[in-house]
Structures are given as C-alpha cells and as structure tokens.
C-alpha cells in the first residue's frame, strides 16, 4: 500500500499579509537611496543630523563635523574608537600615546555628541551609514612616539587593525541600541591607500619616501576588517583619482564609493568599476561636488550625466540603475556653505528619485 503523503498547510493571505505588518522584510540598504559620504559644514551636531534627516532619509549617515577642530577629523574620531590604544596632538600630527589624554577625550566626546543627535534624529530609519578611516589610512596618519608612521611598523599597523576591528564592532552596536530596528552600513574611508601602495607618503626627515606596501598585504588586512563587519553591509570610500578598485573589489566590499569625475576620465578605472557592479556590487557613485559651482545648473539631467555617460560606457541597460546606484555628493561637504551642503543632498536625493524610471530625454 503506498505510503500517504501529509498535506501541507499554508496560511491564507490574509494572515500572510498581517505577518508582514507584524514583521516587515527590511529593503535593501541601497533601494532607492541616496547619502552623504560624512563630512558637512558646521558645529551643532543636532542641527547637522536634522539636515541630514531631511535631505536623505533612505540612508542617514553619521554626521561628521570637522570644524569643531582637533577629534572631530577623520584620523582623531577614529582614534576615540580604538581600543587600548591612544593619541595625542603634536605639531606634526596625531601621535599614539602610553596612556589616554584630553585629546582623544576629545573625540570621544565628540563621537558621543554625534551619536546623541543620530538617535534623536534618525529615529524610526530603515538604515543608518557610520564611516571609519581605513587601517591604512589610519596607518599612514598616526605616528609612533618615535615620530615615525606607524606604517613603518609591521607589528604597531597590526596591532592598530586589531584595535580597529574591536572598537568598530561595539561602535556599530552601539548605533544599532541607539537606533531601534535600523540597520547599520559601514563606511571603510581609505583616501590614504593610494599613497600607501605607491610608496609616495614622506618619511619622518621629509629627505624620503616610505617603502611601498605590497597590494597583497594592503588587500589582506582590509579583507580581514571587512570579514570583521560580516553581518553589516560595508562600503569602500576613495575618491582618490587613483583609487585602486580593482584591489578594493577583491576585499568583499558590497559597495564602493568613488568619484565619478575622476574615474570616467580613466578607462582602466572605469572597467574595474563595471567589473565591481557586473559582479553584484553596488556603485556609490560620486556626482555632486562636494562645493557650489559659479553658476550650478538647476537641470537634474545635467547632473545626472556623468552617472549616465559612465553607464552607457560600461554598457549596463538603464533599467538596472536603480539596482545598482546610490547617487552622493563626490566627496564630503565640509568645505560647502550650508546653503549647498542642502542642494547637494537634496540633488543626489532627487537622482536616487529618478533612476527607477528615468525621464525619455535622459
């Protein structure tokens, strides 16, 4: 006698339905957004967030205000990050330190301030992007008490990249507690690699230039933070015109953040870039300046060409650019007046607006 095969029971659609009331399917981090690579005029972390929340609500970032002064710059936020390891200021840079001081006090401060204002204003968003400088960057901008790089150490960039790895993991814990339901993208700046990997930074003395790092060893120990980050999308940030995509792909980045102006103008950099998204990534694809123009043109499609001309090169059909783009200003806003940090969100908004269906004359 054949054995009776039991009867699968499945739920109506109206339960279904209240299921996903209950307990939405979170969008893609990239539908439909836009965002801003960090940095933005001002002083007033409420007030930068609020206009961060206003302009680019699929995607808020952590605000970065480099104005506020010492702590408040790429290399000393993220010194307030790492663990068991400290900073202070001298006249030639930030330098690790035997024991914590007011300086990366400071930036913790800061950080603190900044994380306060993001709770209070992105309240409520689907995902929330923070940003962190790169262990090669970060590398190549600390120095040792010997007043060296420390990319001159083997041993102090290793242990500067564990220290990392530790501190970003409870930093993004700590956004995720602070900001219910949202999850958190995680912006890796490296505007320091290409240097790093050409052997062009000074040494001490300022007679030389350091040793260039293999791509390999670059390429490795950025995989291994980015293995770190496993749960939360990441994303690549270089807007160097000699950003190294092609390495950067190979790290396992899910995104990559580049100036457009820089890379159009280059074939080699433009095919890496396509090889990146043909791959499954997604393009944060610089297209605002990050200041106003003499005469800004008040035409969506002006600004919207050098996305299109990029797209049209690499041969990708139209129709996958809202898949696959997340318009930003090219670079950070903190050299802008307010007046066009606004127009500058508001414009990369308004192309992540379009892409879906762009107009016929586009």
Known sequence: ????????????????????????????WSAGAATGIGSLPGIVPG????????????????VE???????????????GLLVDIWAEVVPSGWRISRRPGRDTARARDFMAWDLDAAEEQYAGADWVKVQVCGPWTLAAGLELPSGHRALTD???VRDLAESLIE??????ADVARRIPGAGVVVQIDEPGLPAVLAGSLPTASGFGTLRPVPALRAQELLAAVVESIERHPAI???CHADA????????????????????????????AVGEFVDGGGILVAGIIPGTAPAKPSASLRYWAAPLLDAWNRLGFRREELAARVVPTPCCGLA??????????????????QALPDPPENW
């Open 167 to 172: 501190g970003l993991a409870a930093h993004v």
């Open 236 to 238: 690549a940030h270089c």
């Open 47 to 62: 007030a930068a967030a609020a206009m961060v929340a206003g302009e680019l609500p699929a995607l808020p970032h952590l």
């Open 335 to 352: 050299g802008a007046d307010r007046d066009w940090a606004v127009r500058a969100m508001r414009l990369a908004q308004q192309l992540a």
């Open 1 to 28: 006698m054949a054995e009776t095969v039991p009867r699968i029971e499945l739920p109506d659609p109206g339960e279904i339905s209240e299921l996903l009331t209950k307990f939405p399917v979170k969008r893609a």
């Open 65 to 79: 205000l480099p104005g506020r002064g010492v702590g408040a710059d790429l290399i000393g936020r993220t010194v």
């Open 154 to 156: 083997p041993g102090a």
């Open 244 to 271: 190294p995509v092609r390495l950067l792909r190979a790290c396992g980045f899910d995104g990559l953040a580049v100036d457009l102006a820089f890379v159009g103008d280059r074939t080699s950099a433009l095919d």
